[in-house]
């Protein structure tokens, strides 16, 4: 076991930061209802931990999440607010009552976006910028060109990537350096190893793993009986519907015995599982209160040996997962999943 704190480089060369960073996307949306005084408590626990990676998208809520950590960065003491490096995601496009409507790559609107992030952020520099997917109408080397001009005006710090496969990557990487790509990746969601991840390490490239407890289904917390809201995208998921979420649950439940014998809760586990894919990759928590951020952190107390690795490979297997990842529609958004 051990308690010491562990940093990571965001690829070659991206900065470097703590081993966990802090998704703050649930604060705002997508999974019900949320407390802003809570979350705001969560963000500021977290860069007291010494979490320094904040990540955020421009359309959480229409901007509401970006408000939300440039609150918490505002009210939290000066060196904690120093330490944070924000990671931002734009180009998903939504009307009025928050229906989705495509994704918007182009330079002019790469510089727009940028400029509204950075007022409702309350910040000088955005330091890892990235498209939330690729706009199928405008060539990878256009957007990441318009983020390149952001950097070189003091804008931006870094280029970024979100959800792209192996043929985008390279051609992001021959138009400017990348730090790192944004991608979910858990015990359950490993479709990066077959050839994304070989493809970004090959290029030194890091990974920010978004899902690592797939949106809680394998956090050890989900009832089977749990009703969700309306307002969780959670409900229209493949992998939380009848028959599928059961199946997961019971891949949960095979965990659970391994964290059992480790004196770790299964949330733990899972994100040690993602720690020890690499010291190249970052899993980002999706806490939303002081208690799962607490829970979460005690990850980096978790030593798995390779004993422990080969137990959890045979509980949850790659591809046991039932169900995809995001609803059809969305996934037919994914040039990850191409």
């Known amino acids: 076991m051990t308690t010491t704190p562990r940093t990571r480089n965001l690829g070659t060369t991206g900065p470097r930061v703590f081993a966990l960073g802090l998704g703050c996307m649930g604060m705002s949306a997508l999974y019900g209802d949320a407390d802003r005084a809570e979350s705001i408590a969560t963000i500021h626990a977290a860069l007291e931990a010494g979490v320094t990676l904040l990540d955020t998208g421009d359309f959480y809520a229409m901007g509401h999440n970006e408000m939300l950590i440039g609150e918490a960065l505002r009210t939290a003491p000066a060196a904690r607010r120093e330490q944070a490096l924000v990671s931002v995601k734009f180009g998903a496009l939504r009307d009025p009552a928050g229906n989705w409507s495509g994704y918007d790559g182009r330079p002019a609107a790469v510089k727009n976006f940028a400029a509204y992030s950075l007022q409702r952020l ?5 330091d890892v910028y990235r498209i939330a997917r690729l706009d199928p109408d405008v060539p990878i080397e256009e957007t990441v060109g318009a983020i390149a001009e952001l950097i070189e005006k003091g804008y931006v710090r870094h280029v970024g990537l979100s959800e792209v496969g192996a043929g985008t990557i390279r051609r992001a ?32 490239i890091g990974i920010t793993a978004y899902g690592v407890l797939s949106r809680g289904l394998i ?7 749990r009703q969700l809201a309306a307002n969780d995208f959670r409900a229209h998921s493949p992998r939380f519907q009848g028959e599928n979420l059961q199946h997961n649950l019971n891949l949960v439940e095979a965990l659970r015995a391994i964290a ?34 607490g829970e979460s952190l005690g990850a980096l107390e978790v030593t798995l040996d390779a004993a422990d690795l080969t137990a959890i490979e045979e509980a949850v297997p790659a591809d046991a ?18």
Not at 321 to 338: C, F, K, N, V
């Open 173 to 204: 990487a021959a138009t400017a350096p990348v730090c790192d790509l944004q991608i979910e990746y858990s015990l359950i969601s490993r479709g990066i190893e077959r050839e994304i991840l070989p493809t970004v390490r090959e290029l030194g």
């Open 122 to 126: 309350g910040v000088d520099h955005i």
């Open 219 to 225: 956090s050890g917390h989900f009832p089977r009986d």
């Open 321 to 338: 997962a039932a169900g995809d990842r995001y609803p059809s529609a969305q996934m037919a958004h994914l040039d990850s999943e191409r």
């Open 260 to 293: 059992d014998r480790k004196g770790a809760t299964v949330a733990q586990t899972a994100i040690a599982w993602v720690l020890s894919r690499g010291e190249d990759i970052v899993p980002l928590i999706g806490a939303r209160t002081r208690e799962r951020l």
